[in-house]
């Protein structure tokens, strides 16, 4: 994974490479249960090995020659790039929720024991669950200096009315700070957010019968500050789909509506729902149940 700073000129500067974060886990769904199943060691060769650095040098070998081609992986440009004199790190202050403000605080410390004078250019975008950039919300330029082996704490704000237009269905939010050392030390901080969205919940009767009438609740909210309209509720059960229309949310409602289904077979079955309205798609929830024989009489 590779961070650039592109001057006017067009040309660029990396300031971070890192090879050890990308694929460290990677998982699916078991077959038959919502267990997670770890396949990383299934997926690929381990990081580093003979077999993992032929397959990269061959990836390499099909991208087009370019100025961004990636060079020999055996060269210093696949090292991480670290900066041992300047610390860096975002820390979430509270849980990120949907509609409220993000509280973040930027941690730098100073490990040298000179004085240090750093410009960190903040900027926050709404991007892509790939990381791909959509829309930048934020830029803010500062600069600090810093005693030997000195630390500060810088707070950010991000208010809802910033970035809630420019979210996308991944409700996803990355926080980046390029310090600058006045000696020519660039150290790139970053944080991926995604957003927490509202939980959906499904009450079930305890016992749910095969044949016979079941009436499940959910309930859904609006996290805005804001009303919501166009709120449709997407029901899927037994690969069947059902689209129910609801009312409108003013800022901060909770609702709930009442769905009645009748179960034709005997197991373990689900019910998911998805929420969806003109500010936000796609909130889901699903419950679990198990369809019992008739009771005996």
Not at 114 to 131: F, G, I, Q
Not at 159 to 185: F, I, M, N, Q
Not at 193 to 204: D, G, K, Q
Request: charged residues 20%.
């Amino acid at each position: 994974m590779n961070r650039w700073v592109v001057k006017k000129d067009g040309s660029r500067v990396r300031v971070y490479c890192d090879t050890c974060s990308i694929g460290t886990h990677i998982s699916t769904k078991a077959v038959g249960s919502n267990q997670r199943v770890d396949i990383t060691n299934t997926y690929k060769y381990p990081e580093g090995s003979a077999e993992e650095r032929n397959v990269y040098k061959k990836a390499c070998s099909k991208l087009p020659r370019s100025s961004s081609r990636p060079r020999a992986p055996d060269d210093a440009s696949s090292e991480l790039i670290t900066h041992p004199e300047l610390f860096g790190k975002f820390r979430l202050a509270q849980p990120p929720l949907l509609g409220k403000d993000i509280e973040l605080i930027l941690t730098l410390a100073n490990l040298s024991s000179l004085p240090k004078s750093v410009t960190v250019n903040l900027s926050v975008s709404s991007v892509l669950y790939t990381r791909t950039a959509v829309q930048e919300i934020l830029k803010e330029t500062m600069h600090l200096d810093f005693g030997s082996q000195e630390e500060k704490h810088i707070p950010l704000r991000i208010p809802y009315g910033h970035y809630g237009a420019s979210l996308t269905d991944d409700k996803k939010l990355l926080v980046t700070a390029l310090c600058d050392v006045r000696e020519g030390v660039k150290l790139l901080v970053e944080k991926a957010i995604t957003l927490e969205s509202p939980n959906i919940t499904i009450a079930v009767p305890p016992k749910v019968e095969v044949n016979k009438p079941t009436t499940v609740e959910i309930f859904y909210s609006n996290p805005l500050p804001e009303p919501v309209t166009d709120c449709v509720l997407l029901l899927t059960l037994l690969g069947q789909a059902v689209k129910i229309n609801v009312a409108g949310l003013a800022p901060g409602e909770r609702s709930k509506i009442y769905f009645e289904f009748t179960p034709r077979t005997v197991g373990a079955m689900q019910l998911h729902v998805d929420f969806s309205c003109n500010k936000f798609h796609h909130v889901k929830g699903f419950v679990l149940m198990q369809i019992t024989p008739p009771a005996s009489h």
